[in-house]
C-alpha cells in the first residue's frame, strides 16, 4: 500500500478512536492488527505519531481526508471498510463516530453501501 493510504488510515483511525472520548484496549489491539495487515512501518507510523503531536482535531482530520483524497478509489473503500469496522471494536458505536466515517465517507466520494457491503465480508 502507498504512503499516502497509509497515513491517511492513520490519522482516520486515530481520529475514530478518539472521537467518543475514551480509548479502548481493544481499539488499541485493533489499530496494532491494522498496523501489521496494511504493511505499516514504524517509520510511518513514527512520523504520524510526531506530526500529530502538535495538531488539532480539525487539523488531524483535514490532513487525513488530503492524504486519502491522493489515494485510488480503490484504497479508499478499503480504507473506510477498516474505520467501519473499527467503529464496531469497542463494542459500542457512538454517534461521533458514525457521523465522523460518514463525512469522511461523504468528502471521498465513496459510496457509504459499498463500504457496508464490502465490511460484511471483510475483518480487521
Given at each position: 500500500m502507498n504512503r499516502n493510504y497509509q497515513l491517511g488510515l492513520l490519522y482516520l483511525v486515530h481520529l475514530l478512536m478518539s472521537a467518543d472520548g475514551v480509548v479502548d484496549e481493544n481499539?488499541?489491539?485493533?489499530?496494532?492488527?491494522?498496523?501489521?495487515?496494511e504493511g505499516i512501518s514504524e517509520s510511518i507510523f513514527d512520523e504520524f505519531k510526531e506530526a500529530i503531536r502538535t495538531k488539532r482535531g480539525r487539523e488531524?482530520?483535514?490532513?487525513?481526508?488530503?492524504?486519502?483524497?491522493r489515494c485510488t478509489d480503490e484504497e479508499k473503500l478499503r480504507a473506510f471498510v477498516i474505520?467501519?469496522?473499527?467503529?464496531?471494536?469497542?463494542?459500542?458505536?457512538?454517534?461521533?463516530?458514525?457521523?465522523?466515517?460518514l463525512y469522511?465517507?461523504?468528502?471521498?466520494?465513496?459510496?457509504?453501501?459499498?463500504v457496508v457491503?464490502?465490511?460484511?465480508?471483510?475483518?480487521?
Amino acid at each position: 500500500m502507498n504512503r499516502n493510504y497509509q497515513l491517511g488510515l492513520l490519522y482516520l483511525v486515530h481520529l475514530l478512536m478518539s472521537a467518543d472520548g475514551v480509548v479502548d484496549e481493544n481499539e488499541t489491539q485493533a489499530l496494532n492488527s491494522i498496523k501489521s495487515k496494511e504493511g505499516i512501518s514504524e517509520s510511518i507510523f513514527d512520523e504520524f505519531k510526531e506530526a500529530i503531536r502538535t495538531k488539532r482535531g480539525r487539523e488531524i482530520y483535514q490532513t487525513g481526508i488530503e492524504y486519502m483524497n491522493r489515494c485510488t478509489d480503490e484504497e479508499k473503500l478499503r480504507a473506510f471498510v477498516i474505520l467501519y469496522k473499527m467503529s464496531e471494536v469497542d463494542g459500542r458505536v457512538h454517534v461521533k463516530e458514525v457521523r465522523l466515517l460518514l463525512y469522511c465517507i461523504k468528502v471521498s466520494g465513496i459510496e457509504f453501501d459499498d463500504v457496508v457491503a464490502k465490511a460484511s465480508i471483510s475483518s480487521i
